[in-house]
């Protein structure tokens, strides 16, 4: 049984992300934030007092949280260049029931094969933090397509895209904001188009065979990435994402015999959102009540726990998601089409 009837949670770095899961802590009925970790002392005092934190379950030391804490979930909020390790060390300490871990998972597939090695190995739940998969509008939309509501489903396209107002490449300085630096793992692929691949992979229910595409450099990164994923039977994912131009987040499922909108896709504040149905029957909103996505990504992780049951994004899912990023990299640099290692 958890302590006081609550699953008890560590987070494991306490920058921006980590904001959403401490409120997600807050609002999710089955979690206690029990614990926070950070290499900045500054850092976990800010966060400590935003959260109600006391010092003692402060720590400076991931292994000395690990060993005075009687933790079930870790969440790793650290920047993803620094999660295959964290990972492997939370894994091989044995302190945790669970891991869930900020997207990218990690850097490379070598890495994600690492870490979710780790985790298996020790007994130990892990899964990929996309929200949105927990949201009610992916999960009502993957039963449309599923239930053959647009026809066959042939094509996907999809953006996210966070610029457009801040100037060119010198206006995204790496030493600004982890998004922008090569060595904390930032990039227009790591930070946005990883919802987008992931997505398209949830809603084909496949993985990709190949994927081809150009980048746009910043600095040290890529500011924008434009990727074609190819799936079985000529199916296909466009993806468009960047820091350098505005464009909002929206994803398009066409099929033979209709389509499907949603806008909002991946962050919406908790803010109500609908899902926009064209087919032969007509045009048809379906609204979709405010969620804490973050809260109910939680909840579904102690239902695991609770009952035994697969997470719905799972550790082989974390494997094939970075594979699908190595190959896009590869693309990029190379100008050709790349198949996706299996």
Sequence with gaps: ??????????????????RAHGGACQHAPSVELAAIHDV????LKGFGEQFNVPEENRYLSLDEMLESEDLDIAVICTWGAFHSKVGIQISESRQVKAILCEKPFTSTAAEAEAFVGAALE??????????????????KAKELVDSGAIGEFMTLRSTFCTGGGGGGPESRKPEANWRFNKAKGGGSIYDLACYNIHHARFMFGAEPLRVSGVSQAGLEVDDGSYLLLEFPGEKTAQISTGFNCAGGQYAEMAGLGGMLR??????????PVNIVLQNRDGRKVIDIDPVNQFAMQLEHMCECLETGQPHRISPESCINQMRVID??????ATGKTVAVKS
């Design 40 to 43: 900045s002392e500054g850092a």
């Design 327 to 332: 190959a896009a990299f590869e693309a990029m």
């Design 122 to 139: 020790n007994d130990i739940l892990v899964a990929e933090a996309f929200k949105f998969r927990h949201h009610p509008m992916h999960i």
């Design 262 to 271: 949603i806008d909002a896709a991946w962050n919406n504040g908790g803010s």
């Design 1 to 18: 049984m958890p302590k006081n009837g609550k699953y008890q949670v560590g987070l494991v770095g306490t920058g921006g992300i980590a």
